[in-house]
């Protein structure tokens, strides 16, 4: 059997709605491969849609391989540095749909080899009505955008941005905008049950306009303020109840968008604290490993050591209990 082309790095909510659209698009199920630490929910996939399941742990990779990220932000820089080998390896690309995390960020945990694209998806890609906004800096082929749009595009409209520091602004839009429309309809439809309608109704009535309204501004191709107004008799209802839709409803809009594009923000920013962190932590372990192997196999010398800091011994630890070396022992510095 062939290698995967298409390889997951997370098995939840949007990687599994990806994998829907795909094999609807007629995507094999042994072209795509699932990594996540829990087996249950992996094999769920694989049942499912015949995919390939797989431990969390990075393998190697077919050369021309996608390698998508689909798991939280906040993991980024624990998963992915056992990642950079196999990405390096091929001419494959590396899809993100980490919300935050930056191209910058992505490359300094992937190295500047790896081919990195960006891509903001959101939830109705669950039923093939996705929104997904792109990123790509310049040393990114066509033939990768391709790639990486194909791989989208299975689920829904795909839209590039050509300034990444815009797609904080999307994500805040269209990211995380299902969750305002969903919350509008259901203040919708409590009101129509504070009026008096059974809730089955008034459930219909708000999904069903809310679904109208949406299609209307799409096919009608007009300024929504436009179609509004076709809808807003003089003195009538409508203009009752906008006078007051509008004592808050753009400034809260704004103000929301405002809060989800900060808090992206705030994320990338804690993404790359953490990553730091984790690379720090890294560089002080091989440090430290390094000074106790030295420490162990024999006392100070003055020699100066390869960081400068740290003393390298030349006589064996166990030299100071048997009072000789051992025979093998070949000391690193004569
Ligand atoms: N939800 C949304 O509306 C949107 C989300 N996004 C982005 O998509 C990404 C995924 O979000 P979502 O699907 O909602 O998240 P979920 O929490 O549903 O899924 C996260 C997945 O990551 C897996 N995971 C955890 N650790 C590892 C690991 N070490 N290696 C591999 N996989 C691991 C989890 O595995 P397990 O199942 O085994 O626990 C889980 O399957 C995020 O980066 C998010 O920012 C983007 C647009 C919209
Ligand atoms: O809430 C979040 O952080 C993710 C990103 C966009 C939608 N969900």
């Known amino acids: 059997m062939s290698e995967p082309r298409i390889i997951f790095i997370g098995a939840g909510n949007m990687a599994r709605a990806i994998i829907a659209g795909l094999r609807r698009r007629g995507i094999a199920g042994g072209d795509?491969?699932?990594?996540?630490?829990?087996?249950?929910?992996?094999?769920?996939?694989?049942?499912?849609?015949?995919?390939?399941?797989?431990?969390?742990?990075?393998?190697?990779?077919?050369?021309?391989?996608?390698?998508?990220?689909?798991?939280?932000?906040?993991?980024?820089?624990?998963?992915?540095?056992?990642?950079?080998?196999a990405l390096e390896a091929g001419p494959g690309?590396?899809?993100?749909?980490?919300?935050?995390?930056?191209?910058?960020?992505?490359?300094?945990?992937?190295?500047?080899?790896?081919?990195?694209?960006?891509?903001?998806?959101?939830?109705?890609?669950?039923?093939?009505?996705?929104?997904?906004?792109l990123y790509a800096d310049a040393s990114?082929?066509?033939?990768?955008?391709?790639?990486?749009?194909?791989?989208?595009?299975?689920?829904?409209?795909?839209?590039?941005?050509?300034?990444?520091?815009?797609?904080?602004?999307?994500?805040?839009?269209?990211?995380?905008?299902?969750?305002?429309?969903?919350?509008?309809?259901?203040a919708l439809e409590d009101a129509g049950v504070f009026q008096g309608l059974p809730r089955a109704t008034a459930r219909i009535l708000a999904q069903e306009t809310v679904l109208g309204a949406a299609r209307l501004a799409k096919e009608a191709q007009m300024a929504p303020s436009n179609l509004r107004h076709q809808v807003t008799s003089p003195a009538g209802t409508t203009a009752a109840a906008l006078a007051v839709w509008e004592e808050g409803l753009r400034a809260l809009a704004q103000r929301a968008v405002?809060?989800?594009?900060?808090?992206?923000?705030?994320?990338?920013?804690?993404?790359?604290?953490?990553?730091?962190?984790?690379?720090?932590?890294?560089?002080?372990?091989?440090?430290?490993t390094s000074l106790i192997l030295t420490l162990l196999s024999g006392p100070l010398s003055s020699a100066p050591s390869s960081r400068g800091r740290i003393p390298i011994p030349t006589t064996p630890w166990y030299a100071y209990w048997t009072g000789s070396r051992h025979p093998s022992y070949t000391p690193f510095n004569g």
């Open 32 to 85: 795509i491969a699932v990594h996540a630490p829990h087996l249950e929910r992996r094999e769920a996939l694989a049942r499912e849609f015949g995919v390939i399941s797989r431990a969390a742990e990075a393998v190697p990779v077919a050369a021309d391989a996608t390698v998508v990220y689909a798991a939280k932000p906040k993991q980024i820089g624990t998963i992915l540095p056992s990642w950079r080998a």
């Open 93 to 133: 690309i590396f899809l993100s749909l980490a919300a935050g995390v930056t191209s910058a960020s992505l490359k300094r945990l992937l190295g500047p080899k790896v081919p990195v694209l960006r891509c903001m998806p959101n939830t109705p890609a669950q039923i093939g009505a996705g929104m997904t906004t």
């Open 140 to 186: 990114v082929t066509a033939e990768q955008r391709a790639a990486a749009e194909a791989i989208l595009a299975a689920v829904g409209r795909c839209l590039w941005l050509e300034d990444e520091g815009l797609m904080d602004a999307a994500t805040a839009l269209a990211g995380s905008g299902p969750a305002y429309v969903l919350l509008f309809l259901e």
């Open 258 to 288: 405002q809060a989800a594009v900060d808090r992206g923000r705030a994320l990338a920013q804690m993404t790359e604290e953490h990553n730091q962190w984790i690379s720090n932590l890294s560089v002080s372990i091989a440090q430290l």
